[in-house]
């Protein structure tokens, strides 16, 4: 209930950018759909710009135009959400999506992204998903990647797309 109360006095002055962070999480799914439909309308009605934070990757596939997937603090990944998730070029992306659920496939376990997160404070040198990549090189380990456009408005941070 406090959720669709600031959701509500949020958009009650019609802004401009609308930044959402988490914005259905703990919600039962009754109330998510009718905060979805709520930022879509904003969205569609408005012309307002929103920034959606979140986890629930079914959310962005769903809700989002464009996309940025971010790993220890960096994003690694952005572009067009058909792009980015048809066309992922970051291991830690294709981890993400390979960790979904998918209905239509008989699986009897999810595949998890092996490893941990690193200590934000104390983050490896070079990429900082290199101790858990299962593509790393050596150089992946000595220098942080650069961004490269690896399709029309599709950038990559990682040394194997470079």
Known sequence: MKQRVVIAIALACNPQLLIAD???TALDVTIQAQILSL??????KYGTSTVLITHDLGLVTEICDKVAIMYAGRIVEMGDMEAVYENTG???????FG?????SVKVHRLN???????????????CAFHPRCPNKIPECEIRP?????????????CILCE
């Open 145 to 157: 990647p650069a961004y490269r456009e690896v399709g029309p408005g599709h950038f990559v941070r």
């Open 39 to 44: 930022i879509r309308d904003l969205i569609k």
């Open 22 to 24: 988490e914005p259905t």
């Open 99 to 103: 960790s979904l659920p998918n209905l």
């Open 90 to 96: 970051h291991p830690y992306t294709r981890g993400l």
């Open 112 to 126: 998890p992204i092996e490893g941990f997160m690193p200590d934000p404070t104390d983050l490896p040198g070079g």
